[in-house]
């Protein structure tokens, strides 16, 4: 054994191991998910900032004011019989309003008001006035306010649909309540596409059993994932959209880091080798491409933890978490489960799977098209770029933006409760946007008169409604102005009244005063969260491009193909960026596909896209690049070499990135817009990468470079040499097959 490497030695003493091996994982597993059942996970339904942004200033000061958030509700009351002003109208509001604050653990007693209780109606009556507004507000925070909308649901339940009366809520807890429980939905829905993934796995091996073993490994690895990041959970604040990444990516990376080691291991088994050469030789080459790989991967993950935000913390630690959690099972389970089926591997084989895996050279389909490609090389390079690029034009008009209300599929009560408020009130009812003044007394001239100059211009302005009485702490250090901006509270209405607000009254009237103004609430919070991705995206660009380009340097001991790989990835997320501008923004699909059309591209998904398409879309390259390395190393022809690799890979490949689109179909299969987005970005970009960069365009560039593909300056010869195919001693059996072709 001490021929091989260390990942070749690591796979054949697992497989030596095999039962240890096996025992121990599914001892991990039963750990993680024991902990995760006692700790219970701590999953939170909402983001913060870890930078000081204006927005979070404003809600910590409103935290430190309340005690928790503010959870406003605004509970609508409809009847088509009976209008506002009749009497049975307002006796039944005035019931609801008695219940609600008889629940003073779940709702805030004092801030529950209906109609009735303000001038006028204040606002909260509709123009026909067959529907009428109650205002209230849950305590605590937003993360964990479940049970307590639930308390609230379970008060308006007794009213609802009752002599003729509809009595729904939505607010800040409601809409994210609802994207919680669609995300949950959209979780659920990922199972429906592991009878394809099963399929595809089936056709490339030609064996059930082989394809079992994928799929197998991968849920052991994303259960002690998921065990792992809950119990992380109560440690650090990660949001809920977390264990969607998890499964996504774990089944994703999970299933195609044991395809390509299980390939490689039937191809050398089929060339006569024994189990421990087999392993042995699949542990140098296939493994270490594994190991390689999931190291670009984290790289471009770990991007994302420069952001300050905690939305981006979970994202990163989750799909981090599942990835190295992957190899790790890539590296050892799956050997020592190949060392248990033996030859019982390829039990319930197809038909046609008889030599699937033996070495090709420079025959067959895939070989053809390289060489067909190579001799139309300059042509085939700038074609399939313009392509590329034709996709990505799009791009050129993306508006980030977030989910509100509006976004939430139309079966939820919150969003019935939207379209009535956006159509006969304000949208912003629905998440209120908090203007908090800060200062040693707030009852100090240039202060008082400061603010009552806001409050003019707040009660004169066409499209900002100030909502409630000015607020003020005991200490009289801090004055609250609650306002209702125009529309959704992630719409252009309502982005252009906070820059107005923030931008030109806000400055205007506080311009002669020592007072500090932090504007938070719903609104705020997603314009800073719009910010900080534009500020910190050239940051994560260069950091993930940057350490991506050092390692490919190490494997390949090549400057070109770091540089090609680089710039081959960029167009493909590229083309992606611009196919769900494209679909979702401008609504090109016509609405055939039933996505959501969208004004804005939620403001996470390219930014996430581009971290995992870059991890993911190396994999391929890894692999398919590592076998022409192989071969050019071992015949010095670069034209030989091309045809070698792609045509050794091609099978696999293919199928790993079919299985990659299916799965993440599965996210744009689901209810929210935001998932739609992620799910169409990553399976376009997938297939992008799988096709017209790896099948055209590297073949062509690697003809018209040549042997230059390989150049490595003189003065940078003292870097490690990390190449992924590092053959045993003993000459690999494929070789000398290809040799003697």
Not at 15 to 34: D, E, G, K, M
Not at 361 to 371: C, H, Q
């Amino acid at each position: 054994m001490h021929r091989f490497g260390f990942t070749g030695r690591l796979a054949v003493w697992s497989a030596y191991h095999r039962s240890n091996v096996v025992l121990a994982w599914i001892a991990a597993l039963a750990v993680t998910l024991v902990l995760a059942a006692l700790f219970g996970g701590d999953f939170r339904t909402d983001y913060e900032f870890t930078s000081p942004q204006e927005s979070q200033r404003a809600r910590d000061v409103l935290r430190a004011l309340h005690g928790g958030d503010q959870l406003n509700e605004i509970i609508l009351v409809q009847s088509p019989s009976r209008r506002a002003t009749d009497p049975d109208f307002q006796k039944r509001v005035t019931e609801i309003v008695q219940d609600l604050r008889a629940h003073p653990e779940s709702i805030d007693a004092k801030k529950t008001v209906s109609y009735i209780d303000l001038p006028g109606g204040g606002g909260l009556m509709s123009a026909d006035g067959h529907a009428a507004l109650i205002s209230t507000q849950l305590t605590g925070d937003l993360n964990g306010s479940a049970a307590r909308l639930a308390a609230l649901h379970e008060v308006l339940a007794k009213y609802d649909a009752h002599d003729d009366y509809r009595v729904r809520s939505g607010g800040v807890a409601s809409v994210n309540d609802a994207l919680s429980n669609a995300a949950r939905h959209d979780l659920a829905a990922e199972a429906n596409v592991l009878p394809i993934a099963l399929l595809v796995l089936i056709i490339v091996f030609g064996a059930v059993v082989t394809a079992l073993v994928p799929l197998g490994v991968a849920f052991i690895a994303i259960g002690v994932t998921f065990g792992l990041v809950t119990v992380l959970s109560n440690v650090w604040e990660l949001s809920i959209f977390a264990t969607n990444v998890i499964s996504g990516i774990g089944l994703a990376v999970g299933i195609d880091y044991v395809l390509f080691i299980v390939a490689r291991y039937r191809e050398q088994r089929r060339l006569g080798q024994s189990q421990e050469e087999a392993l042995g030789y699949a542990g140098d080459t296939a493994s270490r491409a594994v190991l390689f790989s999931g190291a670009t991967v984290v790289i471009a993950l770990l991007g994302m933890l420069i952001v300050p935000s905690t939305i981006f913390r979970s994202f990163a630690i989750g799909a981090t978490a599942v990835v190295v959690v992957a190899v790790l099972a890539a590296l050892t389970l799956l050997p020592a489960v190949l060392g248990m089926l033996g030859p019982h591997l390829n039990a319930l084989a197809l038909p046609w799977s008889r030599g699937a895996d033996l070495p090709g050279g420079n025959r067959g389909f895939w070989a053809s098209i390289a060489r067909f490609v190579m001799w139309r090389a300059p042509k085939m390079a700038l074609y399939s770029s313009l392509f590329l690029l034709l996709l990505t034009a799009p791009w050129l008009t993306l508006r980030l933006g977030a989910s509100g209300a509006g976004a939430i599929p139309a079966r939820f009560e919150t969003r019935q409760v939207f379209d009535v408020l956006n159509r006969e009130f304000s949208g912003g009812l629905l998440a209120p946007t908090s203007i908090v003044v800060t200062a040693p007394n707030i009852g100090v001239p240039d202060v008082a008169q400061s603010i009552g100059k806001l409050q003019i211009a707040l009660e004169t302005d066409k499209s900002i409604r100030l909502i409630a009485p000015m607020e003020t702490s005991p200490r009289a250090d801090i004055a609250v102005l609650t306002v209702a901006l125009p529309g959704d509270g992630t719409s252009d209405q309502a982005l252009s009244a906070l820059d107005r607000l923030r931008g030109q009254i806000i400055p205007a009237a506080f311009k002669d005063s020592s007072a500090q103004v932090s504007v938070g609430g719903f609104t705020a919070m997603n314009a800073d969260f719009f910010a900080i991705i534009r500020a910190y995206t050239p940051t994560v660009f260069a950091f993930v491009l940057g350490l991506s380009f050092l390692l490919l340097l190490l494997i390949f001991r090549s400057v070109v193909v770091p540089l090609k790989s680089i710039v081959m990835n960029l167009l493909s997320v590229g083309a992606a960026y611009g196919v769900i501008t494209a679909i979702f923004q401008h609504g090109w699909d016509g609405g055939l596909l039933g996505f959501q059309r969208t004004p804005r591209i939620e403001a996470w998904v390219p930014l996430f896209m581009f971290t995992i398409l870059f991890g993911l879309s190396m994999d391929y390259h890894i692999f398919l690049l590592s076998r022409i390395r192989e071969r050019f190393d071992d015949t010095g022809d670069n034209e030989d070499s091309v045809a070698f690799g792609l045509r050794s890979t091609a099978n696999i490949i293919t199928g790993a990135a079919v299985i990659m689109v299916v799965v993440f179909g599965g996210f744009a299969l689901g209810d929210l817009a935001m998932m739609q987005q992620m799910g169409v970005g990553l399976a376009v970009a997938v297939f992008l990468d799988a096709t017209i960069v790896r099948t055209v365009l590297v073949p062509a560039t690697m003809k018209l470079l040549g042997d230059l593909n390989w150049y490595m300056p003189w003065w940078l010869e003292w870097l490690p040499d990390l190449r992924v195919e590092r053959q045993p001693d003993r000459m690999n059996p494929a070789r000398r097959v290809l040799r003697d072709e």
